[in-house]
């Protein structure tokens, strides 16, 4: 595994694509592999790539899918009482067999249920960023929604609003109405999933703010059981899906400083890369000051350090 992250631009340790022995792959996401446990389970695989504007980088982050995975589970544990999740509770090492096999799920990986995503992305917005700014500066609005005149960048919100997208297999997401949502899913399961989303980004948001952290805006995904209950899946308010705030570096009028990605994104632009494949290696120092945002963020949601 080693060898594999050397070959990939990264350093020893890191993992950038696993290669289990011992159960079937699935898939392979942007960041996440998935192997079959039996017909109902996954072996959900959290590596340390990384993407940016939709292209994975050769580079892996040092310990990104073992910080992914530790957030994700502190969210999973905090929001159990709003809406279940996928996990089973299983530990991974065991539904693997050999050493190379657990070294590889060790700390980064989960088993969850099998279960078929809604073809939404349930996007919550605290805060006026991203692509929302952008067409709040063109419409006035985001995603249909009608938003008061005057708000400036990184401004709070005066409710959090939801701001569903399509899901692409490719490219960008697409920022959709509500109305598109709920033809895509149905009323019903829009309006539910609208509801849940709100109270787990206020929730979230209230709790993150005292720990110092603004919690800008997530998205999260759901699947339907077969029960027909509402189910959190994937990743949780991680700083992959979650624009992260410092409180005290926030300042409404420009962009802030965040504990994701964004810093990766940032360098990209300044050495004007076109945003086609491949993306430019990163230098150690854009390496080494992602791994620490991503660590920081960890730390100052949970209290705790990466073992």
């Not at 350093?11 to 017909?39: F, I, M, N």
């Not at 310990?63 to 957030?71: E, F, Q």
């Not at 067999?97 to 088993?111: F, K, M, P």
Request: with cysteine; hydrophobic share 40%.
């Amino acid at each position: 595994m080693e060898a594999r992250a050397r070959e990939a631009g990264g350093v020893a340790g890191t993992l950038y694509e696993s290669r289990l022995a011992s159960l079937p792959l699935v898939g392979r996401g942007k960041v996440r592999d998935l192997y079959a446990v039996g017909a109902d389970r996954l072996l959900i695989v959290a590596s340390d790539r990384l993407s940016a504007f939709d292209v994975v980088l050769a580079d892996p982050i040092p310990d990104k899918g073992r910080l992914l995975t530790a957030i994700s589970n502190f969210w999973f544990a905090r929001l159990a009482h709003i809406v279940p999740n996928h996990l089973t509770g299983e530990d991974p090492e065991r539904v693997v067999e050999g050493e190379a096999d657990r070294a590889q799920v060790r700390g980064r990986a989960v088993v969850a249920r099998r279960l078929a995503p809604l073809p939404i992305e349930a996007v919550v917005r605290g805060y006026l960023a991203g692509s929302g700014w952008k067409d709040y500066r063109t419409s006035g609005e985001v995603c249909g929604i009608r938003l008061p005149a005057g708000l400036r960048q990184a401004e709070k919100l005066p409710e959090p609003i939801f701001t569903p997208a399509t899901k692409a297999k490719e490219g960008h997401d697409e920022n959709i109405s509500f109305e598109r949502a709920a033809a895509l899913v149905g009323r019903e399961t829009a309006e539910r999933v609208r509801e849940t989303s709100l109270r787990l980004y206020r929730e979230a948001a209230d709790y993150a703010a005292t720990r110092g952290i603004l919690i800008a805006d997530t998205k999260f995904e759901f699947a339907i059981d077969a029960d027909g209950s509402l189910v959190l899946i994937d990743e949780a308010l991680t700083p992959d899906s979650s624009r992260f705030w410092p409180a005290d570096r926030w300042r409404i009028g420009e962009s802030p400083p965040s504990f994701d990605k964004q810093y990766v994104r940032d360098w990209l632009a300044s050495v004007g890369w076109d945003k086609r494949p491949p993306a430019p290696r990163l230098p150690a120092e854009v390496i080494a000051g992602t791994a620490a945002r991503y660590r920081e963020a960890y730390e100052r949601l949970t209290g705790r350090t990466l073992a």
